[in-house]
């Protein structure tokens, strides 16, 4: 696993903002996806939004990488952590945490939808557990009538379930929602279609973003 490595400022520790593809360049991983909620934020329209590409960003909640902890602290956002045996939990950081994203709210716990009343239909970004343990990592398009349109929380954790998973969080969704694999010749291939200032297949440049390796070091 792999989070996006924050860099010393005069306002504490911050990272610059890049696209899902582009931040291959500083993340060794095989995988990326999207991760925190961050500020500033704006998306006005095509040239009128923020962050742009390697502006200063704060991702929002618990954010460790390789035991660095930096971020705008939500302590009761739920977080996707990975210890120092690579144990993968959801729940909260502890000093044993290596890596760790958080999420604006629980979808799902103990396999149970969680009370979740928003009504936007949007893209979303999930990660979960099964109850083996594997990692899912579900991204879904949307705001494109007639490709996809996106989901409402409640029909979010609904797909979840229905792939067996039993514990899940909201990661950043909307726009930033975007994932990409490194492929064997060197290149970055989109997974899905993100939308950005209203434009199909532009990515957001987005905070941080989880990385996941499959081959060892």
Do not use: C, M
């Given at each position: 696993f792999a989070v996006t490595v924050p860099e010393k400022t005069p306002d504490g520790l911050r990272t610059r903002?890049?696209?899902t593809r582009e931040a291959f360049h500083t993340l060794d991983a095989d995988l990326l996806v999207n991760a925190s909620f961050f500020r500033p934020f704006r998306d006005a329209w095509f040239l009128d939004y923020r962050p742009k590409v390697g502006a200063?960003?704060?991702?929002i909640g618990t954010?460790?990488?390789?035991?660095?902890?930096y971020g705008l602290d939500r302590p009761h956002w739920p977080t996707l952590c990975v210890d120092r045996d690579g144990r993968v939990y959801l729940g909260t950081a502890t000093e044993r945490t290596r890596h760790a994203v958080s999420g604006r709210l629980w979808l799902v716990?103990?396999?149970?939808?969680?009370?979740?009343?928003?009504e936007t239909i949007y893209p979303r970004t999930a990660v979960g557990l099964d109850?083996?343990?594997?990692?899912w990592i579900v991204v879904v398009d949307g705001n494109q009538p007639g490709y996809s349109e996106g989901l409402r929380l409640r029909e979010l954790a609904a797909l979840l379930v229905s792939l067996g998973i039993e514990d899940a969080i909201e990661l950043d969704g909307g726009g930033s929602a975007a994932i990409a694999l490194a492929t064997s010749d060197g290149g970055r291939e989109l997974l899905n279609r993100p939308i950005h200032t209203r434009i199909p297949r532009r990515e957001r440049p987005v905070a941080n973003h989880l990385g996941?390796?499959?081959s060892p070091e």
């Open positions: 903002a890049s696209t200063w960003t704060e991702p954010t460790i990488s390789d035991s660095v902890r716990r103990h396999g149970e939808i969680e009370p979740l009343d928003e109850r083996t343990g594997n990692l996941i390796r499959f």
